[in-house]
């Protein structure tokens, strides 16, 4: 009975007791103290969480599966880059393809066959060398899996491409000539993958099997996954090439992007996912102690697809109109906070092909009325723009569209929905208006133009505006079987000028990349169409 | 002998509601509009990539067919494969569930010893400085949202004073203790890991208080209203006149009369943690059930989104089946009737 009456208090004691105790401390001051001496014997640093050998990177988006095969999750990609090597790779800022595991290659005069020379010393995590046979089997998986990765290669390469010269050295034969071919092999889909794989198959090629583990041969091996939780990469000590300079490297899911803030002014969390905290967060956060925003271009467009085959805005006029009523300056300004260009095409800028001439519309109300007149719309017009949830980029640019459009006497309706329901919705042509970003894979004006304006690739292939233009084709399939380069500029820059024109799209801005760190991260370099590719293993943190 | 056949027919009722749930779930999920299989390709995918993988999920099937099939499973205890992690679903359950139900299990602990004892508190200093203090505390409890209150305490406790953990279940680097049940805690404490109890816990105080900060507001406000009755009888004025001490008249004679109607609302305040967990645990990156489901929920997902919700009703139905019969134990008269 005695205890009985007591336990209320006893029990507030005990909490109290705790949080005091807690309290006399840091919490992890001792722990962390220690982690935090370096190699060189270096004084302890001022703060209690810098730990020269690990690297903690934050993201908010958790990571479905690692099978390079099966995925179109950024974030595996992130992970899949530092645990596979490539035939050749993106380095630094540079959308060039560099020698990886290819050290140089050879193209037909048709443009038709492709001969690699791999490096010798390449070898897997379990120590077999990478060699021919590996690259034939991961391109043969790839297409055979049929997901992410064969929409790149089913179209130009199928199981008969191959043939293994010797050991280290394999031609590639394409169905038809693709000239953007040796950048798609940069990408996350054309990582080499252990043949040994096979013992796993199981009856779906080794998927779910692959979805948890790594067969590759980058400089960093998987160490531990906690789904949700940490996915953590430790060095691979016998990496073929450079020497990976992060000991360790933790993958941590934030959901939360204020807690990834007090995370990174803390000191515990080194880098932030550059797609996480938006543009006016990220200026509050400027001049944050201890905390640099890094800045580069990005190859990343954010666009708003017209429906061209739905209502009024089937009127060239109208979508003109359209144009003309956006003040771009202010959205730049406004949503932005000017670390963003308007661009004219679909070509971002910096990429070969851009077209600088080609026609932009300026913020002209008059004209804009005037079209709208001439296409019967005097009396106004009433339509909507989709938009996913939890993007204040998105959400701010519609606001502003609608602010503007109201100038000309139309009225647009924001329509909010959850990512599948508007993937949906784009994607089967029941919008007027969408919102979308996009960041091409490899380097080359084809990628984006033709699933923008291919009238093959409407709706599900992501031509969003359903917008079709026979001219057009041609020029993309002459331009993507070609190995001239300047026939290929020339025709890249024609459909520009022709989009410009018929205004399916209107491009509302090439935004800079930003990604929040720590001012003790040294060496990273954003890459423009790659910014989900973070070179832990060239990234070093000193104070 | 009653609490036995009360217990074994509230088990077989749990077989209508939970196949009337699963009907609800599964008919609600698949009038989303999207596609699933488009959502694992990626807007990379080929037309015949999608009808390929389509089929293979069985989503061409008529929707009363795929619900068979699903059924079919369950009964085999196979919730079926997520689309989204590729595993099985009872394995993603069993890996998520845990952290959820343990950190609702601590809220649910600081909503007893905190709910409870400030109720009574403040019935037996009605209008008084203590009864105002805690009705206010309760009240905003109840009115604050989760989501802010924790941002809240992490700037407080975590940015500026440093003594508690912002995020996650253990430290950074710190491997999780040897699974047995799941719950760091617990396991930790089975396996005598002193370093990851400590840490365990430490990451479980802020979570906890704010997921608890609901119900303790929900508990206090009941106690007290139920005590404000019990304290008008005649025994407690009785036990008064006969010079009982204070704290044995509250907790020992009329507490045990004012408990009842708490208890039943401690069955709902442990559904309401669970439910609000989805929002704490994105705030203080809880890899839990909220997580896994907001996930599955956002890549169509049906067969995870079907194991969480199914899951969490079975959870509240035992809880609720537990409170239940918790009455017999407390309240004598219901042994009779």
Known sequence: ?543 | MDALRFIGKRLLLMIPILIGISILTFAISNTIPGDPARLILGPKATPEGLEALREDMGLNDPLYVQYGNYMAGIFQGDLGKSTYSQRPVVEDLLRYSPATFELTMFAMFITLVVGIPFGVISASRKDRIADQFTRVFALIGVAMPAFWLGLLLLLFFYLKLGVLPGSGRLDGGMSPPEYITGMYTIDALLTGNWPVLYAAVMHMILPGITLAAVTVGMITRMTRSSMLTVLQSDYIRTAFAKGAPENRVLYGHALRNGIMPVITLLGMAFGHALGGSVLVEAVFSWPGLGQYAVNAINYLDFPAVMGVTLLIAVMFIIVNLIVDTLYFFIDPRLKHN
């Open chain 1, 1 to 543: 009975m005695e205890f009985k009456t007591r336990w209320p208090k006893f029990f507030l004691f005990l909490i109290i007791a705790v949080l005091v105790l807690a309290g006399c401390q840091n919490y992890n001051e001792e722990t962390e103290g220690e982690g935090a001496a370096s190699p060189e014997g270096t004084p302890a640093e001022s703060n209690e969480n810098f730990d020269a050998e690990v690297f903690n990177f934050a993201t908010n988006q958790d990571i479905p599966g690692l099978d390079p095969h099966g995925s179109a999750a950024n974030t595996t990609f992130r992970v899949i880059y530092m645990t596979y090597d490539r035939l050749v790779t993106y380095d630094g800022t540079s959308t060039e393809p560099q020698p990886q595991l290819a050290e140089s290659w050879e193209v037909s005069d048709d443009g038709k066959e492709y001969t690699f020379k791999l490096v010798e010393n390449a070898k897997f995590h379990d120590g077999s060398p990478v060699t021919a046979e590996a690259v034939q089997y991961s391109f043969t998986r790839a297409i055979n899996v049929g997901k992410s990765a064969a929409g790149i290669f089913s179209k130009v390469i199928d199981e008969n491409s191959f043939e293994v010269i010797d050991d280290y050295t394999i031609k590639i034969t394409l169905k038809e000539p693709f000239a953007p071919f040796v950048s798609t092999l940069g990408t996350a889909f054309g990582n080499i993958i252990n043949p040994a794989l096979e013992e796993n198959h199981g009856d779906d090629l080794g998927e779910s099997f692959l979805s948890e583990e790594v067969m590759g041969s980058g400089p960093y091996m998987l160490d531990s996954w906690d789904r949700g939780e940490t996915l953590v990469l430790k060095a691979n000590p016998d990496y073929w090439g450079e020497a990976p300079t992060m000991e360790t490297v933790n993958i941590r899911f934030i959901t939360e992007a204020s807690t990834a803030r007090l995370m990174l002014e803390k000191g515990e969390i080194d880098m932030i996912d550059n797609t996480v905290i938006s543009p006016e967060v990220l200026g509050q956060m400027e001049g944050t102690e201890g905390v640099e925003i890094l800045e580069a271009d990005g190859y990343q467009i954010d666009y708003m697809p017209m429906n061209t085959e739905k209502g009024a805005l089937a009127d060239v006029r109208v979508r003109q109109a359209i144009a003309h009523s956006i003040n771009y300056d202010a959205l730049l300004e406004s949503v932005y906070l000017g670390k963003a260009e308007r661009i004219v095409g679909a070509v971002p800028k910096g990429m070969f092909g851009f077209n600088s001439d080609a026609k932009l519309y300026d913020y002209d109300l008059d004209k804009a009325k005037e079209l709208l007149k001439e296409a019967g719309h005097e009396s106004g017009l009433e339509l909507e723009i989709a938009i996913s949830e939890d993007n204040e980029v998105r959400s701010n640019t519609a606001l502003l569209l609608q602010s503007d459009l109201e100038k000309v006497g139309v009225t647009l309706n924001i329509k909010t929905y959850a990512w599948p329901t508007f993937l949906d919705l784009v994607t089967t042509g029941k919008h007027d208006f969408g919102l979308v970003s996009w960041t091409p894979d490899y380097p080359d004006p084809d990628y984006n133009l033709w699933y923008f304006a291919h009238s093959s690739s409407k709706g599900p292939g992501f031509n969003l505006a359903f917008y079709e233009n026979s001219e057009i084709d041609a020029l993309l399939e002459e331009g993507r079987t070609s190995t001239d380069e300047a026939l290929r500029e020339n025709n890249y820059m024609e459909i520009q000028n022709l989009m410009a024109e018929e205004v399916p799209y209107i491009f509302v801005a090439q935004p800079k990349l930003q990604a929040p760190l720590r001012s003790w991260v040294k060496g990273y370099e954003l890459n423009p169409m790659n910014s989900w590719y973070v070179p832990f293993h060239k990234i070093t943190k000193e104070e």
